[in-house]
């Protein structure tokens, strides 16, 4: 069982940084990583994903050149530094664990097996 725990939300103003924090308990050294964000009235959506094992990342287009995905394998946790925010980030940020090995599909909501509790991320213009 792996148990997913985010930190780091919180409100601040456009233009500004914030860095999340999702800490793993359990064994996902071949895992996917991954963050989703769900926005009130909207779908969760796919905003980044990483390999535990190697160095690949893939980003939604709205997190392209802002956002960027990394992982300690030491604290067993990764990150999402999110930089030049905008109040359109506004959203509960999630991080998601997949056991599969299908990295074309990262991007896709249903192939993850364990969810965090979720944490606030808001953007004030």
């Known amino acids: 069982q792996v148990q997913l725990v985010e930190s780091g939300g919180g409100l601040v103003q456009a233009g500004d940084s914030l860095r999340l924090s999702c800490a793993a308990s359990g064994r996902i050294s071949s895992y996917i990583m991954a963050w989703f964000r769900q926005a009130p009235g909207k779908e969760r959506e796919f905003v980044a994903a990483?390999?535990?094992?190697?160095?690949?990342?893939t980003y939604a287009n709205s997190a392209k050149g802002r956002f960027t995905i990394s992982r300690d394998n030491a604290k067993n946790t990764i990150y999402l530094q999110m930089n030049s925010l905008k109040p359109e980030d506004t959203a509960v940020y999630y991080c998601?664990?997949?056991?599969?090995?299908?990295?074309?599909?990262?991007?896709?909501?249903?192939?993850?097996?364990?969810w965090g509790q979720g944490t606030q991320v808001a953007i004030s213009s």
């Open positions: 998601a664990g997949s056991a599969g090995a299908d990295w074309a599909r990262a991007p896709e909501r249903g192939r993850y097996d364990y």
């Open positions: 990483i390999r535990w094992l190697g160095r690949s990342t």
